[in-house]
């Protein structure tokens, strides 16, 4: 295996890559799980073959994962999996460092925006996926699609994700709104009615005190989200500037300002969205806000609690539906001294994993099988997000995606984000400001 010459610059912006995905669950102190009982990790013996699997789940997922790792190596006694599951960031960091030491895993869990970097850096194995033995029917063209970089495929789908509406039952009931929002009018109408101030009075009614607000309609978090939902608003739009070999953004700037303003306008013209919210699903929980937009990895926490909760797509604010979207994709790093029992072991894995994936939706992630998705459909709340499935758009798999779409400061999309609804700053500004800062990472 020969790997391409590397800078610590990309593997800085590699480690910053993490933080800008898809925004999946996750604790705030890095994880490890291995596959043997008690967080210890087993070796197996005999003629039992090790593999090692890594992955960056640190929420409700991790357990999910971890059990399933547990159900492969209690079934068989031939392969052993020693699973491993940090933080995205150190996991990435690791990876490379292991890699230049020549020891990496035999299959990794990345996110299809990030498939670009690593298959320039060489540091992936394509062959390996065709002896999985997928067809392309089995999944969703959304899934497959994540899964390629430059006609070529690098990696098998496990799951997908995108933005959706949440909301309480009850509050909606009794503020008489009978069914979810699903136009942007709708949406703005239902958070006034769910807006309402210590005096009893509702945003966008005269005598509203914003300053005394015991239960916003809205919640969403103001990362580099609100880029993701700006995306979402541009494709509503007919626009998607992101291309996987784009040499500078073709930022269509009247698009992108009108989708920032209104953003912008749920936090400060109608003032039914929290200013500087920092976790919707914990003031969902805590009847703060009646309604939120995030991701299928919620539900678990949502369904460990009591509230009656539904949820709902994307609303449609424009033109078309759209809605951000991300996935999560197994791959094969290239290995130094390649072993074909341990590549076989790891195929023989990542196969049963693909068949089993219809377990991986109690994470609350979807499946990215039909098969898996099936299960996923007799879940609550998953109903949703799967409708979204043929309107989730992801990001592109661009060689300097880590540095484009970082969500570490400073960084195109951060600053973006933290413009539109933290200062209040024109969007037009902001859109300018945000083609500048991504075709000048472009140009470097």
Not at 355 to 379: D, V
């Amino acid at each position: 295996m020969k790997m391409k010459r590397w800078s610590m610059r990309v593997l800085l912006a590699t480690m910053a890559m993490a933080l800008t995905l898809a925004g999946c669950a996750s604790d705030p102190k890095p994880q490890g799980g291995q596959s043997g009982a008690g967080g210890t990790s087993s070796t197996g013996s005999g003629d039992t073959v090790n593999i090692d699997f890594w992955g960056g789940w640190t929420g409700p997922d991790l357990n999910t994962m971890q059990a399933l790792v547990e159900v492969f190596n209690q079934q068989q006694t031939k392969i052993h999996v020693e699973f491993t599951s940090l933080q995205w960031t150190p996991l990435f960091t690791k990876f490379l460092t292991e890699m230049k030491g020549g020891n990496p895993p035999e299959v990794l869990v990345m996110h299809p925006f990030e498939l670009g970097q690593f298959v320039e850096m060489g540091v992936l194995d394509s062959k390996p996926v065709a002896s999985v033995g997928m067809d392309e029917a089995n999944y969703s063209g959304f899934a497959w699609g994540g899964t390629k970089y430059k006609g070529e495929q690098y990696a098998v789908p496990l799951d997908v994700h995108m933005h959706g509406l949440y909301y309480n039952k009850e509050l909606l009931e009794k503020a008489g709104i009978s069914e979810a929002p699903k136009t942007g009018e709708e949406l703005i109408a239902a958070a006034q009615k769910l807006t309402v101030d210590n005096n009893g009075k509702h945003a966008g009614e005269d005598g509203f005190d914003e300053n005394n607000v015991v239960q916003y309609g809205l919640g969403f978090s103001m990362n580099h989200h609100v880029f993701y939902q700006i995306y979402a608003l541009l494709n509503q739009q007919g626009s998607n500037p992101f291309t996987e070999d784009m040499a500078s953004v073709d930022l269509d700037e009247e698009k992108t300002a009108k989708a920032i303003a209104f953003l912008q306008d749920l936090v400060f013209k109608y003032k039914v969205v929290p200013k500087g919210e920092k976790s919707p699903v914990d003031d969902f929980m805590g009847g703060k806000v009646a309604m939120f937009i995030d991701g299928p990895w919620q539900m678990p926490k949502l369904e460990s609690s009591n509230i009656q909760w539904a949820s709902a797509p994307y609303p449609q604010v424009f033109d078309r539906p759209a809605a951000w979207g991300a996935a999560e994709i197994m791959t094969f790093p290239l290995q130094k001294d390649e072993d074909p029992a341990k590549l076989e072991a790891a195929v023989e894995f990542v196969r049963w994993l693909d068949k089993n994936s219809g377990q991986w939706a109690k994470s609350g992630q979807l499946p990215s099988s039909n098969n898996g998705m099936k299960t996923a459909e007799g879940m609550d709340g998953r109903e949703a997000f799967i409708n979204s499935l043929d309107n989730a758009v992801l990001l592109p798999a661009h060689p300097k995606a880590a540095q484009i779409f970082s969500s570490t400061a400073p960084s195109p999309i951060l600053t973006a984000a933290q413009d539109a609804v933290l200062n209040n700053k024109d969007p037009h500004e902001i859109a300018k400001q945000l083609k500048k800062d991504m075709d000048s990472l472009l140009a470097e």
